[in-house]
């Protein structure tokens, strides 16, 4: 490989490669530049690290071509804005820019046109400041470079961000960008949609895991290696699922773009790191020495959208990641209540129980079940609308569970209360599953963690060598609403989770309408919902699907999540 570094002044940029990638991997580096003493500079460099297939250039950007006339990688590092006559610098990098697998890169300042790409664009208040700021010391960033950049190559990669520079102060932070570009293709170039969460979102996750049971999902969907499946994204483990499971398509969408930069996070961290440091991100919650994972590893392959979310957020794997976003500030909550109740012994023998017998004696022994069991009805529910107000009301419901007025609505039509509902739920799991052995959702919430026993698929070695080894390709992440989703191609299977119960009557018309006309014929769609039977039920069979209620909760404990009052399967006719 023959690498050129247009503008490289004092050869930092080399120093810096070294510390990423071995130097003598590159057959020669060729470091260009006009000026004379940071050429110099560069020389006492490079002879001091004793770097022997690195040569300064003291010349024009515009004129220089390698020996050979050819180079592998070719960089303009905050260059190309200094450089008057850029497209004869464009020009002349692109000519000898190996066609079949070389990459030119830029980094610069920037201000965008007064109509750019959505994740360029700036305000024109921004526009004005920086270009007349950067105009004093003759310097363009000026959006005509990257214009041409665009024109001349073919874009597979960019990132738009903002950081500080010397002798401005802090609170302004300068626009810069990224740009990796390769020989003209018939292919099309990236632009990457800028996309916003809705009004009243959180702004972060709602959920660092999804709240459905794959195992009780598998059976009903059956998939098969020709399927096309779509699915709501929430915390992704779902999502990882069915791409083991085969599916040809694994199309996973959200209208929060936190959850989309969750599920992107560990697709990448699956693609590009070993299982022990997926295990300690994903299972354990926390990795010591994620910065630096995170910087060379991972940052440089995630969408702009996403690392603008991960970057201020590194502290969540010092933290732990299971405490983070609404979910997980539920349950360090629970975690705390339970403490200040005296209940964190009993917590810590429960999801240690080595059989189910006595995980039930466990249940039955804490003080506040026998509580709820033999004290007078007016004390018992005296002491449940206490804590029904405090975990219970709507702000609680939704910033942390997740859980919207519409859905708890459904709850209480069927004439439960959300406080009956709740012990329902956790009553049920503990009867039937082993929080040790069998039920990671739970003993995720009581510990902050997985078990290597007891953890999603995606976190088997197993399951992490598929993944790794193709099952991943079948992945496409989408950040929207729904039903656009939904009405851009035909699918086999759709997974609507509960999405249902979150909309009106009319919008749930919609989407049954959409149903019926994207899913193909023999073609699944599965929903869980907090109504025994869910007003929107009939409209799906109306669209043409045969629908059948695959359980409920009159039955008994439905799954290992056990949240919901009913399961249902609808198969397209």
Known sequence: MVWVDLGGGTAENVALMSKFMDLKRFSHIYVVDLCSSLCRQAEQKVAQHGWTNVTVVEGDACTFVPPGDVATLVTFSYSLSMIPDFLAAIDAAASYLDPSIGILGVTDFYVSSKFDFPLRQLSWVRR???????????????????????????????????????????????????????????????????????????????????????????????????????????????????????????????CNPAQSALLELKALAIRRLGYDDVWSLFGEGRHADFPRLYERELSPFLTQTSHAFWRDRLHYFRQGLYYQGGMGAVVWMAQWLFWALGLGGGMKRLVSAPTLEDQVKVWEGLWVVRFLVYAPVWLSSLFVQFFAALLFNRVTLWFGAGIPCKQAALIRKDGVRLSTYAARVFDGVVRGYSLRDDNCFYYNCLTGRYARNNCPAYLTPHGFANLKQGALDSLQIHTGFFLPTLNKRKYSKVILMDHVDWLSLPQAEEVAAALGRQVVKGGKVIWRSAALSPPYAPLIAKAGFKVKRVSSIEEGCMDRVNMYSSFYVAEKL
């Open 128 to 254: 004005f400041f920086w270009r007349s700021v950067f105009d004093t010391d003759n310097i363009d960033i000026g959006p005509e470079r990257r214009h041409y950049l665009d024109h001349k190559l073919c874009r597979v990669w960019e990132r738009n961000g903002e950081g500080t520079i010397p002798y401005v102060p802090a609170p302004l932070r300068c626009p810069f960008y990224v740009w990796l570009g390769r020989a003209p293709t018939l292919a099309a170039q990236l632009v990457e949609p800028k996309v916003e969460a809705p009004p009243c979102f959180p702004p972060t996750f709602l959920y660092t895991q999804s709240w459905e049971d794959p195992a009780v999902d598998e059976p009903i969907l059956d998939i098969q290696p020709d399927d096309v499946c779509l699915t709501l994204t929430s915390g992704g483990c779902n999502t990882l699922h069915l791409c083991l499971a085969g599916a040809a398509q694994v199309h996973s969408v959200d």
